[in-house]
């Protein structure tokens, strides 16, 4: 009698499995990829670190070490600098065309560069809230984009760059 309930017990485990799984793939694929960029978790877990001034060759999740803001050689300056906070610079060297979501671990100031040739591109920023301390909204070109950060208030920030759909 034993050997017949542990395969009607296995079944049920194995159906509960996806019932939950196929719960949580459908959030996740019915949540718009908005509210994806700030969730508590976005940060968690590993993280590759880059350097100021590093070329990554296509959008993430990363964290960049800073120099102090008179140290970081920007492509367009701006004139609300904090010169006592830290900044730098990631280039990303072919970047797919089209909307991207950027959220930053901690508050700065963000700008981007197009090149080809140098341009500053408008980035929409959006409000800080519990989980987000800093967000934008860009749309480019294909090609090298470089990201300006500045005014931070620790030498190193987390950034994730996500492709947004059409």
């Given at each position: 009698?034993?050997?017949?309930?542990?395969?009607?017990?296995?079944?049920?485990?194995?159906?509960?499995?996806?019932?939950?799984?196929?719960?949580?793939?459908?959030?996740?694929?019915?949540?718009?990829?908005?509210?994806?960029?700030?969730?508590?978790?976005?940060?968690?877990?590993?993280?590759?670190?880059?350097?100021?001034?590093?070329?990554?060759?296509?959008?993430?999740?990363?964290?960049?070490?800073?120099?102090?803001?008179?140290?970081?050689?920007?492509?367009?300056?701006?004139?609300?600098?904090?010169?006592?906070?830290?900044?730098?610079?990631?280039?990303?060297?072919?970047?797919?065309?089209?909307?991207?979501?950027?959220?930053?671990?901690?508050?700065?100031?963000?700008?981007?560069?197009?090149?080809?040739p140098f341009q500053s591109v408008p980035l929409e920023q959006g409000?800080?809230?519990?989980?987000?301390?800093?967000r934008a909204g860009i749309v480019v070109d294909g090609g090298p984009?470089?990201?300006?950060?500045?005014?931070v208030m620790a030498p190193s920030i987390k950034i994730a760059m996500?492709?947004?759909?059409?």
């Amino acid at each position: 009698m034993t050997s017949f309930h542990s395969p009607i017990l296995l079944l049920l485990v194995v159906a509960s499995w996806f019932v939950q799984g196929g719960a949580a793939i459908a959030r996740d694929f019915l949540e718009p990829k908005a509210d994806l960029a700030c969730r508590a978790d976005l940060f968690a877990g590993y993280i590759p670190a880059f350097q100021n001034a590093d070329v990554l060759p296509k959008e993430g999740i990363f964290a960049v070490n800073l120099q102090p803001m008179t140290h970081v050689f920007y492509f367009m300056r701006s004139s609300d600098e904090v010169p006592q906070s830290y900044g730098g610079i990631v280039t990303f060297e072919s970047i797919a065309a089209g909307r991207y979501r950027i959220v930053l671990s901690q508050k700065a100031r963000l700008s981007a560069v197009q090149h080809r040739p140098f341009q500053s591109v408008p980035l929409e920023q959006g409000p800080a809230d519990s989980n987000c301390s800093s967000r934008a909204g860009i749309v480019v070109d294909g090609g090298p984009l470089t990201l300006q950060i500045g005014n931070v208030m620790a030498p190193s920030i987390k950034i994730a760059m996500m492709r947004l759909p059409d």
